[in-house]
């Protein structure tokens, strides 16, 4: 047995791994800066690197399964480019979140992130350090092979879109002989064009353009463009077109 009053360099780095919390970690910079000493046992070439073995989403949760044997931390990184730096990490500017696993997630070799990412295609890679105490083999001074430790594979995880949906109102002004259209899209994370259209009292078409904008796939966006009623039939139906599909339509008294 090693004496107690000698501490190697991996011992060194464990012990001080135990101070960092197990609760997640949202922010990528606050996760970036855990795993700075989670690599503190990476030196060890003799551990095998974990394994991830698939990746997908729940309504925008990432969730990921892996083989990470007797890993004492591990951190998940979702990327927006597959680029890696010679230490095997994603170049931190790609990096768009990061979540330290616990220690149920970590046996269990499975992950839900707790937070919602936006759409689009992201690349998963997952960061494990051997547990010291369980994988240190003291007479060969190294990593027990049959424990993870290092950078595994990358997985491509793709996030759709959510279904939008769509709802229009109008309101009439007949003092002032107008009409504002509104139309709501939800949910909404991007801008989208739209047009509002209708019918004059002598056949005519006629529309006017809007901009839904929306700034979070949690929320919902709307946009009002208003309208003369001057010379509209009696009872008007606007209809609103997205990408040249009607996607709503009401039927209103005017005057």
């Not at 494990?128 to 001074?141: L, M, N, P, Q, R």
């Not at 899209?185 to 047009?195: F, T, V, W």
Request: proline letters at 6%; aromatic letters at 8%.
């Amino acid at each position: 047995m090693r004496p107690k009053n000698i501490r190697p360099p991996e011992r060194a780095a464990a012990l001080r791994c135990r101070t960092v919390p197990q609760s997640k970690i949202r922010a990528v910079a606050g996760a970036v800066a855990a795993s700075a000493c989670v690599l503190g046992l990476a030196g060890s070439a003799s551990a095998a690197p974990p394994a991830l073995t698939a990746v997908g989403e729940r309504a925008r949760h990432p969730t990921a399964t892996f083989q990470a044997p007797r890993a004492g931390t591990a951190v998940v990184y979702l990327a927006s480019k597959p680029d890696r730096a010679t230490d095997g990490s994603f170049l931190s500017e790609n990096v768009r979140d990061a979540d330290v696993l616990t220690t149920d997630e970590i046996q269990a070799g499975s992950w839900l992130g707790e937070t919602q990412v936006d759409p689009g295609t992201y690349y998963v890679m997952l960061h494990a350090s051997a547990d010291f105490d369980a994988c240190w083999i003291v007479a060969e001074g190294r990593l027990d092979p049959a424990c993870a430790d290092g950078y595994s594979n990358v997985l491509t995880l793709v996030v759709k879109k959510p279904t939008v949906r769509y709802a229009a109102r109008v309101a009439v002004y007949r003092y002032s002989r107008e009409a504002s259209l509104t139309l709501t899209a939800r949910p909404l994370g991007e801008k989208i064009p739209y047009r509002a259209c209708w019918r004059t009292r002598s056949g005519k078409r006629r529309c006017v353009r809007g901009t839904l904008v929306g700034y979070s796939w949690g929320s919902p966006a709307e946009d009002t463009v208003t309208v003369g009623t001057r010379g509209l039939r009696a009872v008007t139906v606007f209809s609103w077109y997205v990408g040249g599909k009607r996607v709503a339509a009401r039927r209103v008294r005017v005057r």
